[in-house]
């Protein structure tokens, strides 16, 4: 398994009907204004961005990590496809409600961002394609962010531009196990659903 840790995004995105959806992942980057999102070709939230075309990207800071882990077998596709069923996810269609956030109105897209997180990132799809070897059933999706939110607290002092790295803790998923500052943080539900082996505890000196 190739998955060495990246921080952990909560999607918002809108259904057809107006609602908010809202998923976690953990397969993303950026390079300068754009990011590239990693994303199950059968999600509600691939669903969405095909159709609407835009979306948030809200940051998850350690902090959440028992609201993100709440999310982590949930799906808002009314029927979950069978390889979602076989582990063990279940739809939901209040996710906001399920995880214990609340919705916080967007500037630039429809969708609501997440009043828990720090750091907000409203953008629009530019295109989607295909990732990794045929049939792997998982899309790249590239956005252009176009609208940022960062908490105050979070920036340098005296710059409203650069994030002070030692006041921004991102919740981490690495090999499906959350860590943040350097030490797991609590148990994975989507580890047991993927059938991952729990670690064994490291012994206290």
């Known amino acids: 398994m190739l998955y060495f840790g990246t921080p ?24 300068g204004s754009s990011g590239m999102l990693g994303l199950d070709e059968t999600s509600q939230t691939t669903l969405n961005l095909a159709r609407t075309g835009e979306c948030v990207l809200n940051l998850a800071h350690a902090g ?37 956030l609340t919705p916080l109105p967007s500037d630039k897209v429809a969708p609501p961002r997440v009043a828990e997180c720090l750091v907000h990132l409203e953008a629009v799809v530019n295109r989607m394609h295909p ?15 176009v609208r940022v939110h960062v908490e105050q ?30 030490r797991n943080l609590h148990p994975s539900r989507l580890a047991q659903g993927w059938g991952v082996p729990r670690r064994a505890p490291v012994a206290e000196s």
């Open 8 to 31: 952990v995004v909560l999607i918002s995105s809108s259904n057809e009907d107006g609602s908010a959806n809202l998923a976690p992942m953990s397969s993303a980057f950026w390079v």
């Open 153 to 182: 607290d979070l920036l340098m002092t005296g710059s409203n531009r650069y994030v002070d790295p030692d006041r921004w803790d991102p919740l981490i998923m690495k090999f499906l196990e959350f860590y943040g500052g350097g």
């Open 64 to 100: 959440l990590v028992a609201a993100v882990d709440r999310l982590a077998l949930l799906t808002g596709t009314p029927t979950v496809p069978d390889h979602k069923l076989r582990k063990g996810y279940r739809h939901e269609a209040d996710k906001f409600g399920a995880a214990g």
């Open 131 to 145: 990732f990794g070897e045929p049939g792997s059933g998982v899309v790249a999706i590239d956005v252009q962010v």
